[in-house]
Each structure stands twice: as structure tokens, then as C-alpha cells.
């Protein structure tokens, strides 16, 4: 874990702290601050935002309700996205809703205001995603967009870590063998890569 | 596993780095690594370029218009709705059902308290009802049964010639004597009028004083 990790992990459990004790300052900023990629997280999972919002409302009511029993074994981080997680798959149940079929939103995908390039990165994602299924996508968000490692995932997922690593591979497969190849259209910095 | 452009044999273990790599997780040593390798393999640079266009991609802001500060306000308010809900109705009812209870009990004290006050009065009327027998004449004379007598034998008048006047005149002691030696007598059944009885008692020489309870002596 790196130290930046290791700090944001302590201010969590500051905030978990001061939410066992009533604190709902404490528990806005923690809701502030895990707001936009529990969004995105559950996006992964429905396009639908009233099951979005269901989730995370009940995500941090959970929290609220649990902070004193933390025990500290994983990140706060980790276990909140694993309430999460299952709060996103109880709120798809109780809506009768699946997991979103990603053929359909393709189109509403990208809202209107979005510059051209990233326009052109979520229909590029929009259509690597569309072959994957649910778990999959879970996973690579996880993995890619929150940085989430492996025992990190299968805590959240609630499953042995060799299926995290299943799940990765063919979600990884699948996206190489789908998306466009990028000859001539490289447009990502080396710098990204630490 | 298809590699379609493997070229070597490190390809699969440059596979299994890169995701760690591009998110930051991997080792110093392995990222070191990773980048030797990708300056001498093509198909696996393509590969990672894609990996972190994904990586960009995945970056992004969630693209659905959810506002965090309705959520936040929502959930309050829903903290709020519970809180009552879990700690003060139990105390509200704690303290109605306490409150119920100390009405029951003030009203059962009262009921207990006027049902003894009540057999208490009932009591002191039936003893001013059997008191006429212990009164002196002096003494309030209204509770005295109607038709009593109060009669004074003369002190040398013999008990059976008391007991025969009483037997004649079909009369009961009800009281006495009381400390100037007068009798209270109820008539009894096959009595005579009162104002009979009382011409004959006052005939006979054995009777000091006869009257009527409920007139002046």
C-alpha cells in the first residue's frame, strides 16, 4: 500500500471514528468523498440512477450504522465498496432489475456537454464493456479504475481471489480481441505508467 | 489464453504485470521489468497502450447525473426519520405506560379510599342506628327505631315482674340500662300501639318514667 493509500485509509478511519460517535459531519465528508466512484462503481452494474442512488444511500446508511464495528482487517475503502456492491446487487433484486445490458445504453452513454475526446473514449469503453458480463466489468473497475488489488477485489466480491483472477483474464481477453486497435491513435501518455 | 501476437516466451508473465503496473500496485522490480520488456516486444506494447487507454477510460468520471448533496441530504433526513424511531418511541411508551399506570393506581387509591370512607359512614349510621339502646335521654334520640320506648322501672321492681310487663306488652330491651337506669324497648311483633303501651306502662306502679324515643322527654 502506498503511503498516499496508507493516509487516505487513515482519514477513513478517523471518519469511521467519529461516525461511530454520531458524527454526521464526519459522515458527509466521507460521503463527499466516496460519492463519485461509488457512482461509478454502480455504473458498472445498472445505468439506472434511482437504483444508483438507492444503493448508495443504503451503502452509507449501513456505514453509519456499522462504523463502530469495523474491524479493521481490510481498507475502509474496501469495505465500503463491498457494501456497496452488495447493496447495488440487493436494490437490482428488489427493482427486479438486471445488471445493465450494456447494448442498450450506448446510446446515452455520453452526455452532451462531454468534449469530443472523451466522447470518443466511452463509446470506445462503451463498446469493450458491452461484451462483458456484469462480474466482469466489476472487476475491471475495480481494477483499473479504482485500483483495487486482487484480495482487495475478491473481499469485496465476497469470492476466492482465483476467481477475481478468472473473471480479470477473460474480461481482459474478451477486450482484446473486441476493441479497435490503436495504430496510429495512441493518444495516452507513457506517464501515466509509474 | 490467445495470444494472436505472441512473440516470446515473457509475454504471458508481461500480461499477468501489466494491469498491476498501470495501477500502481506493482513492485518497483516489476515494473522495471515490464518496461524492459515492452522496449523489446511489440505486440505486448500494443497491448499495454491499450491497457491504459482502458485505464484513461475507466478514469473518467461517472458520465450519469447523480447529485451527491440530494443523496447526502436524503440519507440525513432518513438518519433523522430512524433516530426517533429507534430510541424515542420506546421511551415514549415507557413513560405513557408508566403515566397510565399512575392514573390506574391514583384512581383505584380513590376508589379504595371513598369504598372505605363509605363503609365507614354505612358503619357509624348502623351504630347510630343500634345506639339508641346505649343514649341517654339527653342524647340525640333521631336514629331511635320508630315505636322505641324508653322506660325507667323503679329500683325495687323485681326482674320477673320486669320480663312479664315485657312479655304483656310484647317488648324487647334494645338498650340500657344507661347511667340513670333507663331501658330502650322496641316493640316487638303483636305489639300494641305504641300510645297503648305507653298508658299502661305509665299505670303501672313499677314504672318510674315511659316515653317515647322520638319525642322530648
Request: with cysteine; net charge negative; glycine share 8%.
Amino acid at each position: 500500500m502506498s503511503d498516499a493509500e496508507n493516509d487516505a485509509d487513515a482519514t477513513d478511519r478517523m471518519l469511521l471514528q467519529r461516525m461511530s460517535a454520531g458524527d454526521r459531519a464526519a459522515l458527509a465528508v466521507m460521503y463527499r468523498g466516496y460519492h463519485g466512484r461509488l457512482c461509478r462503481f454502480l455504473s458498472r452494474l445498472t445505468r439506472r440512477t434511482d437504483i444508483i442512488e438507492e444503493a448508495i444511500n443504503d451503502c452509507f446508511w449501513i456505514a453509519w450504522q456499522k462504523a463502530a464495528t469495523f474491524q479493521g482487517d481490510s481498507r475502509v475503502s474496501t469495505w465500503i465498496m463491498g457494501i456497496a456492491y452488495r447493496c447495488g446487487l440487493k436494490a437490482l433484486r428488489q427493482h427486479g432489475s438486471e445488471p445493465v445490458d450494456e447494448d442498450s445504453i450506448s446510446e446515452d452513454r455520453t452526455p452532451a456537454h462531454d468534449p469530443g475526446e472523451d466522447r470518443e473514449m466511452r463509446d470506445w469503453l462503451g463498446k469493450g464493456l458491452e461484451r462483458l458480463s456484469a462480474d466482469q466489468r466489476v472487476v475491471v473497475e475495480l481494477v483499473y479504475g479504482i485500483g483495487h488489488s486482487l484480495d482487495d477485489v475478491a473481499t469485496i466480491m465476497q469470492c476466492p481471489v482465483g476467481t477475481v483472477k478468472a473473471r480479470l483474464f477473460h474480461a481482459r481477453v474478451k477486450l482484446r480481441n473486441v476493441l479497435p486497435g490503436l495504430a496510429g491513435e495512441q493518444t495516452i501518455n507513457r506517464e501515466i505508467v509509474p | 489464453m490467445t495470444f494472436q501476437k505472441d512473440i516470446g516466451r515473457d509475454c504471458p508473465r508481461a500480461w499477468e504485470a501489466m494491469p498491476w503496473v498501470i495501477q500502481g500496485g506493482a513492485s518497483p522490480t516489476q515494473g522495471a521489468w515490464l518496461n524492459m520488456h515492452l522496449a523489446e516486444c511489440q505486440a505486448c506494447r500494443e497491448e499495454f497502450a491499450q491497457q491504459e487507454r482502458l485505464r484513461a477510460a475507466l478514469d473518467m468520471p461517472c458520465d450519469l447525473p447523480i447529485d451527491a448533496e440530494a443523496g447526502l441530504a436524503r440519507l440525513l433526513a432518513r438518519i433523522d426519520e430512524a433516530d426517533p424511531q429507534r430510541v424515542t418511541p420506546p421511551r415514549r411508551a415507557f413513560s405513557s405506560s408508566w403515566l397510565a399506570r399512575g392514573l390506574v393506581a391514583a384512581v383505584l387509591i380513590q376508589a379504595v379510599g371513598i369504598g372505605v370512607l363509605g363503609i365507614k359512614l354505612n358503619s357509624d349510621r348502623n351504630e347510630h342506628a343500634a345506639a339508641p339502646a346505649y343514649r341517654t335521654l339527653s342524647q340525640d334520640t333521631a336514629s331511635a327505631p320508630a315505636g322505641s320506648l324508653r322506660v325507667v322501672p323503679a329500683s325495687t321492681m323485681k326482674v320477673a315482674d320486669w320480663n312479664a310487663l315485657l312479655h304483656e306488652y310484647h317488648l324487647r330491651v334494645a338498650g340500657g340500662p344507661n347511667d340513670v337506669g333507663a331501658y330502650t324497648l322496641v316493640p316487638t311483633e303483636g305489639a300494641q300501639a305504641t300510645a297503648q303501651i305507653l298508658e299502661s306502662l305509665r299505670a303501672n306502679p313499677g314504672i318510674r318514667l315511659a316515653e317515647p324515643v322520638s319525642a322530648a322527654p
